[in-house]
């Protein structure tokens, strides 16, 4: 099956940095979504993108499905950012429609 | 427009109990996904509902079941509880997989 490689597992920044999480991915896909959790374990739907650019307020996202990777952009990070992002896919052959795979996520804390 | 919504928050069981967890997708939306968020594990697919029927599970043993009412919205039956079934259980609506709070499953 597709694996979902996500770097860095942990990333500490001071507010108003910025940020790059990778999501790399072992086959072509139908869909790729970033997620975040909250610290109250909220998972919350931040992009769907399973090919180009996309941005919402201080995130954007890019991805480049030849190359198997994607991108999610944090600009000036605010305590609230903090939690754990997660890159998922799916890929619609072999019966695996309806599953997204999800990677081991990118940990981030952002200090006041 | 209410979200995702899933009952109960919190729930306690024993080993070899049975557990039913309850999810009720937004409006409108007819596919209902349940994961699995075990420490340790990462968020694993467990069942997808569409339109009343299963159209795909994950790798999980058939103790692990569900059902979609007309309605939509969906129970999730965990059968002879085992203690490695802590964790917290996430559903989501359709293809935007909007998911809800999720029920936390601890297992004594």
């Known amino acids: 099956g597709i694996q979902v490689e996500q770097s860095p597992p942990d990333l500490i920044l001071q507010e108003g940095a910025n940020s790059t999480l990778r999501c790399n991915f072992s086959?072509?896909?139908?869909?790729l979504q970033w997620f975040h959790q909250n610290p109250w374990g909220q998972l919350i739907n931040l992009f769907y993108i399973p090919s180009g650019t996309k941005q919402n307020g201080r995130l954007s996202a890019t991805t480049v499905a030849t190359e198997r990777y994607s991108l999610l952009y944090i600009s000036s990070s605010q305590t609230t950012d903090s939690g754990v992002y997660f890159c998922a896919v799916e890929h619609w052959g072999g019966g695996s429609q309806g599953n997204l795979i999800f990677g081991k996520g990118t940990k981030l804390s952002v200090k006041p | 427009e209410a979200g995702v919504t899933q009952s109960p928050t919190h729930l306690i069981k024993t080993r070899g109990q049975q557990a039913t967890l309850r999810c009720s997708p937004i409006s409108g939306h007819t596919s209902v996904y349940w994961y699995q968020q075990a420490l340790g594990l990462g968020l694993q697919f467990l069942l997808w509902?569409?339109?009343?029927?299963?159209?795909n599970r994950g790798n999980f043993p058939p103790r692990f079941s569900g059902r979609q009412f007309p309605n939509y919205s969906s129970e999730l039956n965990v059968n002879a509880l085992e203690l490695e079934d802590s964790a917290l259980y996430l559903c989501?609506?359709?293809?935007?997989?909007?998911f809800g709070d999720g029920t936390r499953l601890s297992i004594l």
């Open positions: 989501a609506s359709s293809f935007g997989m909007l």
């Open positions: 509902y569409d339109e009343g029927e299963e159209r």
């Open positions: 086959d072509s896909v139908n869909n």
